[in-house]
């Protein structure tokens, strides 16, 4: 497995890896599950993949944990995932703290419930002084939505329409683009994440459900991505 070493044995690791956490149904279904139980063991990758990465060195992990058209599933399922959200930030804090992650939330935060919110930005703020890993979990998020309130934000002030300037305006202002996007159980689509982020990233299509997903497997992207050449336009 890859360590903290191998960050300074080799720069060439990615600064920024985000993550479409997808087929925890699928994986529910193939073990006569209910959905539910493939976000519950979803979650606990959560945890062990945040931590590999913390461990390795990785400055940023963005991972799309409900997106602004998640709303359209069934209601229960929408409030198993909010529930199971708000427990999972709470039993987290002290892991956060012990560990140096920082939280941070990107997304439209305003249609969650008030209790959600409030433990959204009690974790934002209880972290905003650890100096390891930030993980950002995508929260009603949606790229689209997002790039249209960066341009009504740039409106409101009357800022140039520039690059620059969008990229300040976005919920992501405070991280650099991504280096690598991976998505889990095979499906090969954006699905409205991190359109303007993902401009230059180098993109992994795994065969895995994401409650199958392994810092072992993590490993072998990273592996890859290691040797890929990035031109970024150039030659
Ligand atoms: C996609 O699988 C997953 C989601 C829509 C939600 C992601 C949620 C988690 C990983 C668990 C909770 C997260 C945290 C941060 C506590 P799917 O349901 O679309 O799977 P399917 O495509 O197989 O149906």
Redesign the pocket.
């Known amino acids: 497995m890859l360590n903290s070493e191998d960050k300074e044995k080799d720069l060439n690791l990615p600064t920024h890896i985000a993550i479409i ?7 529910a279904k193939e073990r006569n599950l209910k ?1 539910t139980a ?2 519950e063991e ?2 606990l ?2 945890r062990d993949i945040t931590t590999h990465c913390n461990n390795l060195g990785i400055k940023y992990l963005t ?5 602004t058209e ?1 709303w359209n599933r069934p209601k229960l399922e929408v409030e198993f ?1 909010m529930k ?2 708000e427990r ?1 930030l709470k039993k987290e804090l002290p892991i956060y703290l012990k560990n140096g992650v920082k939280f941070k939330a990107i997304g439209n935060l305003g249609r969650f419930s008030k209790s959600l919110q409030k433990v959204i930005s009690a974790t934002e703020e209880k972290t905003k002084n650890c100096s390891g890993l930030t993980q950002v ?1 995508a929260l009603n998020y949606g790229s689209r939505d997002e790039i249209v309130r960066a341009v009504q934000k740039l409106t409101v002030q009357n800022l140039e329409v520039s690059e620059e300037n969008i990229n300040k305006c976005l919920d992501t202002a405070f991280m650099p683009d991504v280096d690598l996007l991976i998505r889990t ?1 095979g499906e090969v689509r954006l699905s409205n994440y991190l359109l303007w982020q993902n401009a230059y990233a180098e993109m992994f299509f795994i065969n895995t ?2 409650p199958e997903f392994t810092p072992f497997l993590l490993d072998d992207v990273i592996h890859d991505y290691r040797h890929r050449e990035r031109r970024f336009g150039g030659i």
Do not use: C, I, P, Q
């Open positions: 956490m997808d087929g925890n149904g699928r994986w959905r493939g976000h979803g979650a990758r959560v991972l799309y944990a409900f997106s998640n995932l199971l959200l999972y979990l159980s459900y994401w």
